[in-house]
Structure formats: C-alpha cells, structure tokens
C-alpha cells in the first residue's frame, strides 16, 4: 500500500566515468537506466520525483514523476537530499538513479526502520549507501551545515541514523558501460511493470 512519503532519485551527478552527459538515460535492457529505481520508488510512495541539475538531460519520465531541478552548485549529493526535503517539506525516501536493481521491497524496509530517528540508512555488504536512505525533515541541520566537501557517510553518520541491512544487489550502481554490460547480464529475464511515460 502507498505511503503518504515521497521517493526522490537522486540523479545529479555527472557521468564522467560512462562517457556521456547524464547517466539516467543511459539503456539498460531496453529501458532508460532511471526507470528502474522510479519503478522500485513508485510501488512505495505515492509521489516521486527526480531530483537533478537544471542542466541534466532527463528521459520522458513515467507518468506521474515529478522533476525537480536542485541548485547548480555545489556538485554533491547532499545537494539533492537537502533540496528534496526542503522541496517535499516532508520524510524522503532515496535512491541513486544508478541503481537499477533496488527493489521495493528493500525500500520499504528502509522506510520502515527509520521510525522517529532523522534517517535510516541501508547497508550492503558491511558499507553504508546514503544515497538508498530515508531522510526526515529534522535531518536538514545537520546536512545543510556540511561543506561544500565534507565526506557524505561521515555527514550522514552524524545523524545517528538507523541502519537496515539490505542485499547488496539492491545497492550495486552503474558508473561505467562494463557496469551497465554486467546489468545487463544480471537483469536478463526479469520483466518489469511498464508504465506510460508522461507527456
């Protein structure tokens, strides 16, 4: 059943290391890489959003998906996180648009550890993934008084935040085409539910 919370894809960054302008676009089995965590999101929330630069090139998103463009600079995820919670002006649930094997049943579970702390943080494989965490509103000090370079575990570990421990295929992202082959290979023979994209 939908929550009243609103998943966000982070998708902000640059694609230096895939060669090309924006990764949320980049094929994956015949998909644009971003559909498949805004897929994951969209079973769980009943708004979702992708949060990006004014200037990143975006696929035609699925009916429905919200952009919401973050400021130019600086260049770093908690740019993303702390605009999408100013923006929803309500709990986030997050995830990278590069990891398209993020389920949502790891989602919910995220979600749900959170309880009253200021996030929830999944862990794969013994590491920290800020960018596949819920975030609350009484998170904002904390992130916002971090530097343009501050290391974002070490920010968010100043949280206190609620761990879940996830698979690490949930976390795994794509920042290289010999990533997206290996996708490509991991994802063969699942069928994902399409949605009509907007407009």
């Not at 609103?6 to 015949?30: D, Q």
């Not at 094997?101 to 943080?121: D, I, K, N, P, S």
Request: one cysteine or more; glycine letters at 10%; a positive charge.
């Amino acid at each position: 059943m939908p929550t009243r919370s609103t998943g966000i894809v982070l998708a902000g960054g640059l694609a230096r290391r895939m060669g090309g302008p924006s990764k949320p676009g980049v094929v994956v089995r015949g998909r644009a890489m971003v559909e498949w965590p805004l897929d994951a999101l969209g079973a769980v929330c009943d708004r979702v959003a992708v949060v990006c630069k004014a200037d990143t090139p975006l696929p035609a998103l699925p009916a429905g998906v919200e952009r919401w463009d973050e400021p130019p600079e600086p260049r770093h995820p908690l740019t993303g996180i702390v605009h999408a919670l100013e923006r929803a002006d309500a709990p986030v649930l997050v995830c990278a648009a590069d990891m398209p094997f993020v389920t949502a049943e790891t989602l919910r579970a995220v979600q749900a550890g959170r309880g009253e702390a200021r996030a929830c943080v999944g862990r794969a494989g013994g590491h920290l993934q800020p960018l596949l965490a819920a975030y609350a509103p009484g998170a904002l000090e904390v992130l916002r008084g971090a530097g343009e370079d501050a290391p974002l575990t070490a920010t968010v570990r100043l949280l206190s935040p609620a761990v879940v421990d996830v698979p690490e295929r949930d976390a795994i992202s794509i920042d290289t085409p010999e990533g997206v082959r290996r996708a490509e290979r991991l994802l063969a023979g699942f069928r994902p539910r399409r949605r009509r994209a907007a407009g």
